[in-house]
């Protein structure tokens, strides 16, 4: 088993573990972690993930900007819904996304899997950029996200990163409900 996958695993936990908590702090994690994935995934032929850990570095550093000025010097930051509006055209834009990446992956690359990849990819984006904004509705998305990496990552025999999404599908669900109960809190 690939050592840098076990230890990129290892920081996903940290990361998902802060982030739950509403924590600035899970941004260095998951910096770390992407960075290591990036190469993961590129030996894995998984190529639509491994660009997307480029995208994950520079939307975690952008993330990380925006909690501390949003958070304005506490570690736990305020969350909120999408309008109804804003979710059909982040619906629409996601699946646009995913879509596109996923033909041009299968017609231009030897791209494992380019549809699901694709997917999971495009869907990945849209949840970081909503958590980048603190919405609640991208906890859904990594659900969905955590569900389809399992099945993808097992499928390639990425037996550290299947359990990884496992943590994080179960995360992912106590994520959505902590910012729930906080978004009440606020209210």
Known sequence: MNPVEWIAAALGLANIALLVRRSVW?????????????VVFFEARLYGESGLQLFFFVAQAWGWVLWVRAGDGDSQVPVRWL??????????????????????MHRFTDASLP??????AGA??????????????????????????????????LWPTAGLYVVFLVM????????????????
């Open 26 to 38: 899970n941004y260095p994690f998951g910096m770390a972690m992407v960075a290591l994935y990036a």
């Open 83 to 104: 309008g109804n509006f804003s979710r059909v055209v982040w619906i629409t834009a996601t699946a646009a996304l995913a879509l596109n990446l996923g033909w041009i």
């Open 115 to 120: 549809y699901a990849d694709a997917a999971i």
């Open 124 to 157: 990945s984006i849209a949840a970081q950029i909503l958590l980048a904004f603190r919405r609640i509705e991208n906890w859904v998305l990594w659900i969905a996200i955590d569900i389809a990496s399992v099945a993808v990552y097992m499928t390639k025999g």
């Open 172 to 187: 992912s669900v106590l994520g959505l409900r902590e910012w729930i109960a906080a978004y009440r809190k606020q209210a």
